[in-house]
């Protein structure tokens, strides 16, 4: 079995072909990323044999994707890379106004701008995946944030099931945790599961000069320590805010304010920890493991068992290709590409897993959708699910970027501030992060780079009340096609998520104000949302700045657990796709609304539950 993990890998890397040669599994899984492939490992560890399908390669040996301060440019590698152009609303006028706008040149390159060269294609807002063993946790910046109580006590409410409750879930982040940060017995986190966590210790601090200085007045705006003596903070209290537990136990965390440690999925020694690393463990440490990998394989059908029609029709098997680059997404696709035929039957049941954008696609082009848009492409309904492909969301991001008056000198590690605004309904409803670096959004080769004197804010604006209601729609019935995919941002509901952002923009300028002049920093010069440290800049169009301007990265929604009378959820409480049977949906795809500040770690969480729903239910 390993030596077979070991072929394909190699193969891979000398760019032949190779499929495996079984054609059974108890269970195949499509997608090897926060949701897929954790998932694949219990499976198999239970004793069922599983097939594991991931579109990339395995680039987890690779040292740019094991720093996760290289987070850019993993995103930006072509081996990796696969290209979504999105759009965030129905107006193209709109659309036009925002600054990064993506095109494609008559000679085929990019262009970023709102001014392209004649003749050039609208391509949208990119939105980069990653297709790699390990997925999307493979190029990420690696944050670990759980999301509030509330966040998976609203799915038990609306589905009826109590092990969505926030008490039941945090004992499945103890399972999978191998926390590094804190001593052993820690309540709320566990230290023998399969994935590694890690925080910054906050040891920075003896050499940060302008970093620690950004820290101080950051900590007395955001009333970390409750200092209100005006003393000066000591490193001491600043180290002991850098080591808060963003992701503790305490029974008010989601309300908690301030400074706090950003948690990762690293291990140890701080290098990424990803699904890859847990997979080729398990294959490691069991060599009869009865767990095959896929690599370069993609899903192209799903046959159906509709013989008896008083019975829901059922995953029979599927059919998939082997090959590179095979979806046009990726930017190494050539259309006279190479690929080899795969199949597999489905013993017991098929677990998608390949995200928010493709779970979604692969449903459609297998019948299951909007009976309307799959009978304008010629596609056999198989089950009418309006809700596939519907109720996209994502958190709003936004920043503030300036230009010191000099180069920072040593500005330190990563920290998280989290705020609570007049926006919120109770809970803490801003995280944001300083950074030494150019961050504004997504655009083939971000981030610019305005040298050592930038200063970053981004911030991430969580529960937004007017997301999801984007959507992933067909574009044709070529499996190898993207989809269409429309955020629409800000269309409902949206005055109070733009007076939260609002007021994450007004904390990161007070920041840069309360700077003293001693430390050399100021003035600032501001080039976003405000141009210029005088400038006039009203609340109203620091608002439509960001509503023109916000972007986003953790897509999520679409295909929603929920109450399976409402025709728009897609899956029951157990990931059990309507209207068929032996098929589930494990990935972000699947919560209903945006969960916490970033979605890997709540993907994670449900790929366990996933395992422990299948496993029961046997």
Not at 74 to 81: L, Y
Not at 421 to 436: H, K, Q, V
Request: proline share 6%; glycine share 10%.
């Amino acid at each position: 079995m390993v030596e077979m993990l070991r072929s394909i890998i190699f193969l891979f890397v000398l760019g032949a072909i190779h499929v495996v040669a079984q054609s059974e599994f108890d269970y195949v899984v499509v997608g090897s990323g926060p949701g897929g492939g954790p998932l694949a490992v219990e499976l198999a560890k239970a004793g069922h044999s599983v097939l594991l399908l991931e579109a990339g390669s395995d680039l987890s040996e690779d040292p740019l994707y094991q720093d996760i301060n290289k987070a850019t440019e993993a995103s930006n590698d072509p081996r990796t890379r696969w290209d979504f152009f999105v759009k965030h609303s129905d107006d193209s006028e709109r659309e036009l106004k925002y600054k990064r706008m993506t095109w494609r040149t008559t000679n085929g390159s990019f262009y970023v701008g709102l001014d392209p060269p004649e003749g050039a294609e609208q391509l949208g807002i990119y939105y980069p995946r990653a297709a790699t063993l390990g997925g999307c946790a493979m190029h990420n910046a690696a944050v670990l944030h759980l999301p509030s109580d509330d966040n998976w006590n609203y799915i038990a409410d609306i589905t009826g099931d109590d092990s969505w409750r926030a008490s039941e879930m945090r004992k499945i982040y103890e399972e999978i945790e191998n926390c590094h940060y804190l001593e052993n017995g820690t309540a709320g986190h566990g230290f023998s599961g399969w994935l590694d966590t890690n925080q910054d210790n906050g040891s920075w601090l003896t050499n940060a000069t302008d970093g620690t200085s950004v820290l101080e007045v950051i900590a007395q705006s955001s009333g970390s320590l409750g200092n209100n003596t005006g003393s000066e903070i000591s490193d001491a209290e600043l180290r002991t805010l850098l080591n808060r537990d963003i992701n503790g136990p305490e029974p008010d965390r989601d309300k908690l304010t301030g400074v706090f440690g950003m948690a990762t999925h690293t291990d140890a020694t701080g290098r990424r920890f990803s699904p890859a690393n847990y997979i080729k463990r398990a294959l490691k440490e069991n060599p009869d493991l009865p767990l095959t990998v896929q690599l370069n394989a993609f899903l192209t059908r799903i046959a159906w068992d509709q013989l008896r029609d008083f019975e829901p029709p059922a995953v029979m098997s599927i059919d998939y290709v082997v090959g590179p680059s095979a979806y046009k997404a990726d930017p190494r696709y050539d259309p006279g590409r190479n690929t080899t035929a795969g199949f597999a039957w489905v013993g017991r049941e098929l677990i998608i897993a390949g995200g928010a954008f493709n779970s979604p696609q692969i449903l459609k082009l297998s019948g299951i959708g909007p009976a309307d848009e799959l009978k304008k492409h010629n596609i056999t309904v198989v089950a009418d699910l309006p809700g596939v492909g519907a109720n996209l969301g994502d958190n709003y991001e936004g920043g503030v970027l300036s230009l010191a008056a000099k180069p920072f000198e040593g500005f330190g590690g990563r920290y998280v501030v989290q705020l609570k605004t007049s926006a919120s309904e109770g809970n803490r409803d801003i995280f944001l992060w300083p950074m030494n670096a150019a961050f504004e959004g997504f655009w083939p080769g971000y981030p610019d780079n305005y040298g050592p004197n930038v200063l970053t804010v981004p911030f991430v604006h969580m529960d937004p009340r007017s997301s999801n209601g984007g959507s992933v729609t067909l574009r044709s019935a070529d499996p190898f096609e993207p989809p269409e995919i429309n955020f629409r941002f800000f269309e409902k509901d949206s005055d109070k998520d733009l007076q939260a952002m609002l007021e994450a923009v007004k904390f990161a300028q007070k920041v840069k104000g309360l700077l003293p002049g001693s430390s050399g920093l100021t003035p600032f010069d501001e080039l976003h949302p405000c141009t210029g440290e005088g400038s006039d800049c009203t609340d109203e169009a620091i608002k439509e700045y960001l509503k023109l301007q916000a972007y986003s990265h953790h897509a999520s929604g679409t295909c929603a657990i929920g109450d399976v009378s409402d025709p728009m959820v897609v899956l029951d409480s157990k990931f059990r796709v309507k209207g068929v049977k032996r098929l589930r949906v494990v990935d972000a795809s699947v919560f209903p609304k945006p969960p916490g500040a970033f979605p890997v770690l709540p993907t994670f969480m449900i790929s366990k539950k996933a395992a422990k729903d299948i496993l029961e239910g046997l």
